[in-house]
């Protein structure tokens, strides 16, 4: 084939499947099959791998992304990209209207679009081709993530008419998508903004291609242009952009909007439009709405309409004098960084914890922010004295949303220390998260030695923090066993130490030697080595902490494999963890203090309560909190029951879970008690 040829053809497969990516993700409305669609991509890119020289700066194959590694160049906007002044009520919104009107001496019409929470991004375009994507930076400066927004299906490569034009716009991810990728981030992220950020400062496009990101673009900017917003909305709505039709138009007089009136009906049917008194309702009306939409808005934006009026109305400082945004209310705070500390973790991860000025979110005073990792702190370009606004989604600690100020001293973006704040070792990066490896390291021992007291653990009475933290710091506690060995009438006489509180302390220590093996092994912190681990464990009959050591020494995965809920990694940390000499010394010391390292019985009866004895249970179906199955059958099992894997006469109770079968419908002709997952926990919880 001859270059004209082969250029031709890339040419044309290039059109066609622009035009059919448009179809498909612009108008929700595939123009073939996608096996059709398939064929030509796969034409197209074996035409440009052989002939890289003849790529179109267009082409569709640059939506998959690459995975070559770059730098985020700054560049330099050539439109001033700035932040909006914001309203927190509808009468404010109607004082800056009348102020606005004013002072324009004319009539107005005002557009009312979403305010999209997610990241604000310039598309610039010469001649119909995306030449340059740029983050807002701080308004004159942005990055250049061009190969990245390249990957946005909705963002169009190539125009449909070849016009020089700068588009603002705000990539988002909807709602959904965010759920479902959040939930396997090793640091989740408080919001789909957030994430969005996170996903677009990626270093190879090609993991941005994977995530499902979107866009919505709001303002289109052009030379010399007589139109006003709603003409130039539609306008870019016919150049190929996304734009969104939750849209209000309010005007006191229908001759200011005549594009409404007549023509361009079917692009923007779906748009509102109103005078200025029904312009309340359609605030309340979205922001009651607004639960139900697929994305996260956090506001509303008002603008003037016409062009030349905003163009004479002008800036001040920091906003554009013809826009402003109105705030939803929300259950966050604004407050100040003040400062950034690093905690030491007893696994030795360090975790930066942002010190802010209290600040009353949801009734409950909050003073700490967590801030996860370097990288959590560089998606959010946060520095001490940043003015932030904090949230508290759920129950977890509160997070930072966004920044609302950068500081005015130009501190710059907070950095990770190299070494430990505690011990002064070097730290190590393992994953996300930076390491102290010190085993002896003052914090991490600390942190191990309260896990151990805790109450969920080995639950010494009388043994509050405070009393940890004062040993501890006085060097009387220097390791668990120490927690046995110390005299503790050595404390007679110190502040806060009378005679009844020192036998407080020494009877909880006492008291907790009759803990059993299946708590006391989970309270040494052993990563993976929780109670449900451990209880698995000891079902399967490895009842003596010598069993581990065993194991460990012959390296025996597959023993820990085969045992059910035992997966693969827990089985290897288990088996460095039993043959390092540190878990071993503590564990002699322990023993020799007292603690028992076995299980005699097969799991003591008031561990517990007996509930299924004589009972014989089916299990069928999948379940939610039983994966495997297996866990399920472990429960019914300490609790005295018996399981069986087919339903006959015998069968007392079939647990069936989600698409239960065959036995659902055995058990129900054979009148078989049939017991739901949700009543399964019911009845564990209620005889716990
Ligand atoms: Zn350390």
Redesign the pocket.
Known sequence: MNNNKIIEEIRKLSDLLSLYQNAYYLQTNPLISDLEYDRLFDRLLFLEKGNPEFVLPDSPSRRVGSDFSQDIPEVLHSIPVLSLDKGYSVESIRDWMDKTISKAGSELSFIVEEKIDGVSIVLYYKKGILNLAATRGNGSVGNDITANVRTIKSVPLRLTEDVDIVARGEIFLPLAEFEKLNSLQEVPFANPRNLTAGTLRRKKSIDVAAVPLEIFIYEGFMDNTEMNHVEILTFLKKLGFKVSNSIGVFSSSKSLTPSLNSGNKESNSLWFRGDFKSLSGYVKKHTKERENLPYEIDGLVIKVNEIDVRESLGFTGHHPRWAIAYKFESPEGTTVIKEIDVQ?GRT?RITPVGRVEPVLIGGSTISNVTLHNQEYINILELAIGDTVSVSKRGDVIPAVERIVDKNEDNIPVWKMPE???????D?EIKGAHLF???SE????VKGKIFFFLGRNQMDVEGFGPETADYLIEQGFIKTIPDLYSFDYTRLEGLPGFGSKKIKLISNGIKKSLDQPYSRILPSLGIPELGKKAVELLIISGLRDVDDLIKIAAEKDVDKLVSIKGIGERTAEIIINEFSSTIILDLIKDLKTAGLKFEEKEILKQDMFPQIFSDQIWCITGSFENYKPRSLAENEIVKRGGKTTSTVTGNTTHLLAGESAGSKLVKAKSLGTKIITEEKFMEILNNNE
């Open positions: 030491v030795g070494r430990c704040p505690s011990c002064k070792q730290l102290c490896v010190n390291c003052p914090d991490q």
